[in-house]
């Protein structure tokens, strides 16, 4: 497992005096922390290709020599915390006032939705670089502009504060979010 | 959606007289039955790629020119069902009295016993191709197989029959193995 040394990671982020690296790496560390914990198993799901061609320059070994980015169907991230069933979204944003709807496919919004339904626990975790704050948005607060029921093309930074819940940026883990959940979403 | 048309899918695997396409083509439009239906929300995982070379063609356009396929790091398929999380992965042989324990790769074992430490319904649909079945198996019933206490290097056929709830074939959906998680596995 590649684990990073503690010492190494806090000399890393003080000495840059960046908060983490990406939001992406950030939550995977996380991830990786409750999985040897065993305090939950959430994996982040591959990066969708499709593939045209294939090369076999050896008898086991295939070699992809043309392919592309397909977008994602659902969320990047699911798994089980507590026999509850989990998924999200990671989302940054260099904006200062809000996160541009723009950002989240159609299909991830209606992916959310499916899981709320479900009985799934479905949110986003948005990272706002500007203010280095982190957010963990259920999606009953995410739904009102989804549905456009609140007519806008953004979600205010102001939602995230007073609706969302701030996911404190530490050593290990990196985002404990699911300290957020334990908190406000399972009863 | 590509789901297909009842009498074209119907026609054909009765004039081919083969019992569906692969095993995971009629697991995916099983899925696609369950997501449409709004019975449960379980997906594919993409298949991970290593990408090496990236070229950019034209200025929006990604075009991977070298990958390589990855070994998974868990099971192909997840989701969520009636609140509970569901985990597996399908396999498809030709042999006659037993599945190999190498079609079930050490971290994929490991994978399944996470999630079911977790609470959740973690499994294998195996496909013997002989003799035209399919099987649904539970991780407490391959676990003294993956953990060696039967110390055999394949699962027999038997024990899939004895132990494993067979799924029968239909025409929509294909394999309704959540009717098997129905009657056996929540409580």
Known sequence: MNYPNKKKQFEKSTTTSKLGMT???DINLTNLYYLEKNIA????????VQVVKVNYPSRN???ITEAYYKT??????NGIYRSKYIDFDC???NQKTSLPLSNIHKHQQQHLKDIHVQGGIAFLIV???KHQKYFLMPYLVLKPFFDQEINRQS???ETFVSQGYEIPFGLMPRLDYLKV???FLIV
Chains 1, 2 share one sequence.
């Open 23 to 25: 939001l992406e790496a």
């Open 41 to 48: 198993v959430i994996h982040k799901k591959p990066t969708p």
């Open 61 to 63: 070994k295939a070699k």
């Open 72 to 77: 994602p169907s659902t969320t990047d991230y």
């Open 91 to 93: 989302k940054e944003t």
């Open 127 to 129: 990272h706002f670089k």
């Open 155 to 157: 979600i205010p930074y």
């Open 181 to 183: 959940i334990d908190q």
